[in-house]
């Protein structure tokens, strides 16, 4: 699903209107009635008290097309005008005539502190201030209001999106935005529901497609790309009937010192149970027979070093090589590391220590070959990138690193940010489960192990990522997200893979 920023979206509206031949209070009749259909189904008539806040742009407008509908269908509803500006959009102002039709108990028009109404936390409150058209800050006696709204403690459903919050560029620090509980959100989901400073705001959320021109949508360079069910499904490859293990690949999993050999054998078993061809574990001596009873699928190189890395002698020429998890950072790890991506020519993986080392030692990054995946999680991407004041800054710097080096990040989190150059593909699967020491050593082997049979590093690593998270839901149905662990995830990448085309969407625990 392609993300369009605020201003695609009042572009399409524009174009869809004219292409539709519609007219503005037509569009937002349509709207209003979607997302009317959508709380009617869920409340079934329930006497609850619903206090709905309008601004007085178009989301007002919505807000106060939507108040007509629960009016019309007996709801018990009072609407509110958030009265702060001495413009109003035409539409508002329709809808603002329209809503006279239907009662006699008028919008109350809020002016000051002292206007706000007491609310329950036995209401449901309906968010329609602000939409995509906010332009700066909340502040003064509507910081109040919004402050008031997330402490009733009552239900808020968030129209398109909940006010104050900016939907794709840096949230000043500590402004006023509405914490939904829930938000309805127009075509598709804005870019800061994902992020992780700014995402908790949204709540849970649901898109309803409000019937934007599909040409203008098509031919519109999103600011990101959202990997569902459907998307991954596209970049799957079948296998095909007289392949042989040959064809699918042989990966090495430079990984593990003493104390940390786990690491080595959650990367390499994933790699193995993501369909690697052959995979070959290259640890420490120590590593070995561990790795060679917990995982007899896995071949072993070892290292001369007995606890660590300290030196190279592999030939890595028929190797996809993933290295990192679990190294160390010692000077010797740190030579051995430079030699085998010297090395390496093909894209690598580069994971946890790996990634530490190319920060701490920032000339080797140039060694690193065109195209190879970095798989950080936040701490590790702040010693890459230094520290950002904002999610859209974390962005910015990846983009322009990714740029410069020619590089793809996987940017890990509740939802994964996969960065290529100025692209971005924003993950759907995946949960809190997934909070659990080792995760992130399986997510290289998943992809290194696509990597070797031959889906391109940009693909792997959308797809890596999005099997991952899959695996995770999927296990989270029997483990729960207390129970889940690395290996379990790593056991459930096949059932996955087999989900992916059982569902139109991803199973999320
Ligand atoms: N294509 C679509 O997706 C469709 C979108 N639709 C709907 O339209 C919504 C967008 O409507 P919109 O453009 O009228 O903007 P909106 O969010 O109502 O706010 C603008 C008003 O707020 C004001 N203002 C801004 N910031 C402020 C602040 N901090 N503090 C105080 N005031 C502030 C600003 O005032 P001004 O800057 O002029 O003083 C202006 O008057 C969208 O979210 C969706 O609900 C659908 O109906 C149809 C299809
Ligand atoms: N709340 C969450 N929701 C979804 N996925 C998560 C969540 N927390 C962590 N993950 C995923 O789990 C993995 C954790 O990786 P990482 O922090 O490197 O773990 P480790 O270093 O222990 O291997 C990442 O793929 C991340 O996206
Ligand atoms: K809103």
């Known amino acids: 699903m392609k993300l369009l920023t605020a201003q695609q979206l009042a572009e399409a509206d524009k174009v869809t209107l004219l292409k539709q031949n519609i007219s503005s209070e037509e569009l937002m009749e349509r709207v209003s009635m979607l997302v009317f259909n959508k709380i009617h189904e869920r409340l079934g008539g329930a006497p609850v008290p619903i206090k709905i806040f309008c601004g007085i742009g178009n989301n007002g407008g919505d807000g106060l097309a939507i108040a007509r509908h629960m009016i019309q269908h007996g709801y018990q509803v009072k609407v509110y005008i958030t009265n702060c500006s001495k413009h109003r959009s035409e539409d508002f102002l329709t809808h603002y005539d329209k809503i006279k039709n239907v009662t006699k108990d008028w919008p109350t028009l809020l002016d000051c502190k002292d206007d706000i109404p007491v609310i329950n936390g036995g209401d449901i409150v309906i968010d329609a201030i602000f939409g ?13 209001l919004i402050k008031q709204i997330n402490e009733s403690k009552a239900f808020i459903v968030s129209i398109d999106m909940p006010s104050g919050l900016y939907a794709d560029t840096a949230q000043p620090a500590d402004s006023a935005v509405v914490r939904a509980s829930h938000t309805f959100t127009f075509n598709n989901p804005k870019l800061s529901f994902f992020l992780p400073d700014t995402g908790v705001f949204a709540g849970s959320f649901e898109v309803i497609d409000i019937g934007l021109d599909p040409e203008f949508v098509n031919n519109t360079e999103p600011i990101a790309t959202l990997i569902t069910n459907q998307a991954a499904q596209a970049i799957y490859k079948p296998r095909t009937k007289f392949s042989h293990k040959g064809d699918y690949g042989h990966t090495l999993v430079m990984a593990g010192s003493k104390g940390k050999i786990g690491a080595a054998v959650l990367s390499a078993s994933a790699a193995i149970n993501t369909g690697s061809g052959k995979v070959t574990a290259y640890v420490p001596s120590c590593g070995n027979n561990i790795l060679q ?13 007995s606890e660590h890395f300290e030196g190279f002698d592999v030939e890595l020429d028929n190797y996809n090589l993933c290295v990192g998890p679990g190294i160390g950072t010692g000077d010797a790890v740190v030579s051995a590391f430079a030699k085998a991506i010297k090395q390496q020519s093909a894209p690598v993986v580069i994971d946890a220590d790996g990634i530490n080392i190319l920060s701490a030692n920032k000339k080797l990054i140039k060694d690193v070959p065109e195209s190879s995946v970095l798989t950080p999680h936040d701490g590790e991407l702040e010693r890459l990138l230094g520290k950002w004041s904002s999610g859209m800054e974390r962005l910015e710097l990846a983009k322009t690193f990714s740029s410069k080096h020619n590089l793809i990040l996987v940017l890990k989190g509740a939802h994964t940010i996969t960065v290529s150059g100025t692209n971005m593909y924003i993950n759907d699967s995946g949960n809190a489960g997934m909070a659990t020491a080792g995760s992130g050593d399986v997510l290289s082997g998943v992809i290194s192990s696509l990597i070797s049979q031959k889906y391109e590093p940009l693909m792997a690593a959308v797809f890596g990522v999005y099997i991952h998270g899959a695996a995770g839901d999927l296990a989270a149905q029997t483990y729960a997200h207390e129970g889940l662990k690395a290996g379990i995830i790593s056991n459930f990448v096949g059932p996955a893979i087999l989900q992916l085309f059982r569902n139109d969407t991803a199973q999320r625990a």
């Not at 995509?132 to 109040?144: Q, S």
């Not at 009873?293 to 001369?304: F, G, I, K, W, Y």
């Open 293 to 305: 009873t917990s995982v007899p699928e896995v071949m072993t190189l070892t290292d001369a070093g």
């Open 132 to 144: 995509i058209g906010l332009n700066r800050p909340i502040d003064g006696w509507m910081a109040d």
